[in-house]
Each structure stands twice: as C-alpha cells, then as structure tokens.
C-alpha cells in the first residue's frame, strides 16, 4: 500500500505539473502529462499500486509503472506505516538531518588539535553509545519484520530465484527484496542475505549495487550472493555503465547527455556533463539521502574484479535482455536498465557464477 506524502505539492509553473516533496531537497518530478494528475489523486489514501493501475489502459501500464516507481524512490509516494509516530519511526528527513550531522562532527573533530581532541573524548564516546542503541533498536525491529515475512514464504523447487532491489515489483517465481517496507521481503541488503549456503538458483540486482558502499558493503553483498548460490547458480548484475560516461565526456558527446535528461527529467537542471556523470559515478553523495545516492561507479573490469574477489569464478559481459541463461533476462522490468541513447543502452550487463 503506498500514499501520497503528507507535505507533496503540486505546481504548474511549467509546460508540465510537477510533484515535489516539501520536506526533501531536489524531489521533483516532472509528470509527463495533466493526465497523470487524476493518477496521483488515487493515492490522496492508501493504495495497492497493482489495483490502480489496473484501472488504466492496459498499453499505457508499463510507463505509468515507471512513473510510480520513480514518485516511491523520490520519496512522493510512501508506505502509510512510515508516517506513523513512534520511538524508532520519527519522519525519514529527521534520519536524513541526523546523518548529516554526524557527518559535520566527524569532520569538526578531524580539524582538532590532539589534545582537545582528547577532551572531547567522553561526550563522544556517550553520544556514540547513544547513537548505537538507536542503530541497533532500528536494526532488530528491520530484522524481526524481515524474519516474519520469510517465515510465511515456501522456497519454490529448485532454489529460489532472488530480485534484488525490486521495490514493490512482484515477479512470478521471484522472491522481490528491497529496503522499501512494501516490498514481498523488506531487507537491508548491506546487512547480508538471511538465507542458506547453496539455497538459492537466480540473483538478478538492477541498479542496486551502486546505492552500496565500496568496496566495503558492495563486496561483503557479493560474497553474501556467492554464499547462498548453488554450485550451477547464476548472478545478473546491472548497472551504471561509467565507463560509457567517460567515453562520452572525452568526446565531448552533448547527445549522449542529453538523452539521459530526456530519461529522467526529474534530475536537477542546469547541471555540466561533468557534473552530471560524476554525480551518477557517486561523487559527492549526501550522507543524508541515505540508499538513495549513488555511492560508486562501475566500468566491466571494475564489476568483474569485484566479483572475483567475492570468490565468483567465471564472470562475462553481457547485453540488454542477452545472456546465457533466459530465466534471468529480467532487464524489461527496470526502468533504469531501458534507458538508451544512439548507441545503445546506458547500463552495464554482467553475469557471474561461483
């Protein structure tokens, strides 16, 4: 069930409607049209997304998808529970300024003299310890909700078939993960996977591993996928293809770039190519956006020596919808991994097996 945010405005300042969270910084997103409006008013109280866009043109379903899914990332549309008072559900901004704030006191505490330093050690350590109790009360409350969802679940035959980041999606035959509280198993995929060694047969991630940390959280994720897949397992990664950036950068490729706004149109205006690459590579990434951000960019050699070192065997570049095995083309489902230009798509395909 998902809603419209208390604090979303919508203006019509432009050609297009645009929707924006008051509370979030650079939440916009520009509909594609005054039509989606009646869309969005299906979502003024709690909705299954499925059962509105049931209701829609049957041709249209896919974009509208897409939209959805870009309004829930935004932080536009949210599950009804997250808006909840509570001891660990203050409002997600409140978690956003408290990352940002010990963000800055690292940073203060780093420019200090050794000695004052040291005097500022107890209340550091006391705030600390404060700050672990919270982390840890959020973390049980996660893994509790997490263990009861997959206690419900029945492993179909053959192992499971994980969908890494998969939002609210639900695939026939996929086990959808995500940290979004909607999805069929909500998890924090940098605390690991709660599943047995050799249990699962498919791991397809699009667009996720690059909202990780490296190569810390991206490579204990990676070891975490080769420890639960079957020996004859197989993994699908996309994303970001940076390398492709690069290139397009060196060459002074305006349409390359341009096509990409066209894609996402809700990406802030005004940006230089080199901003806007290095933003999509990760660079400067806000503490406060959370899984949000882009953490780190990937060319082929980059992902696939990361996946050596997570103990994969036999890694190989692949292609939109193309690979070996037909079970894991999944590519269709992610708005992200559609995205073209002339020359292709702007995402990066690699499989791995153990």
Request: aromatic residues 8%; charged residues 20%.
């Amino acid at each position: 069930m998902l809603q419209l945010h208390p604090a979303c405005t919508l203006r019509f300042a432009g050609p297009l409607p645009t929707l924006h969270n008051a509370q979030i910084a650079g939440s916009a997103v520009e509909l594609p049209d005054a039509g989606t409006v009646a869309l969005l008013a299906s979502f003024a109280r709690p909705q299954a997304p499925a059962d509105v866009l049931a209701r829609m043109p049957e041709a249209a379903r896919p974009r509208l998808q897409a939209l959805l899914d870009t309004l829930r990332e935004r932080g536009l549309l949210v599950a009804p529970q997250t808006l909840r008072e509570g001891p660990l559900q203050a409002a997600p901004e409140g978690y956003a300024q408290m990352a940002q704030a010990l963000h800055g006191l690292a940073l203060e505490s780093a420019c200090l003299p050794q000695a004052e330093r040291e005097a500022c050690a107890a209340p550091a350590q006391a705030a600390l310890a404060a700050f672990d109790g919270l982390r840890r009360g959020l973390r049980a409350a996660h893994d509790r909700q997490a263990q009861q969802r997959l206690a419900a679940l029945t492993p179909p035959a053959g192992g499971w078939r994980l969908h890494l980041g998969a939002g609210g999606l639900r695939l026939e035959g996929w086990l959808g993960i995500d940290a979004d509280p909607e999805a069929e198993l909500p998890l924090n995929l940098a605390g690991g996977l709660p599943f047995a060694d050799a249990s699962v047969r498919y791991i397809y991630a699009a667009h996720v591993l690059e909202h990780l940390y490296y190569p810390g959280e991206v490579q204990r994720l990676l070891a975490e996928c080769r420890r639960v897949l079957q020996p004859e397992g197989r993994l699908r990664l996309v994303v970001p293809d940076i390398g492709q950036c690069l290139e397009a950068y060196a060459a002074g490729d305006s349409q390359f770039f341009a096509a990409r706004r066209a894609h996402w149109p809700h990406w802030p205006a005004g940006r230089t190519p080199l901003e806007d690459f290095l933003a999509y590579a990760g660079a400067g990434s806000d503490p406060g956006q959370a899984l949000h951000a882009h953490k780190y960019g990937y060319d082929a050699q980059t992902l696939q020596a990361a996946l050596q070192r997570a103990g994969f065997g036999q890694t190989e570049r692949c292609a939109y919808t193309q690979g070996p095995e037909p079970e894991l083309l999944l590519d269709a489902h992610s708005f992200a991994a559609q995205a073209t230009h002339e020359q292709g798509h702007y995402s990066l395909f690699v499989e791995a097996r153990p």
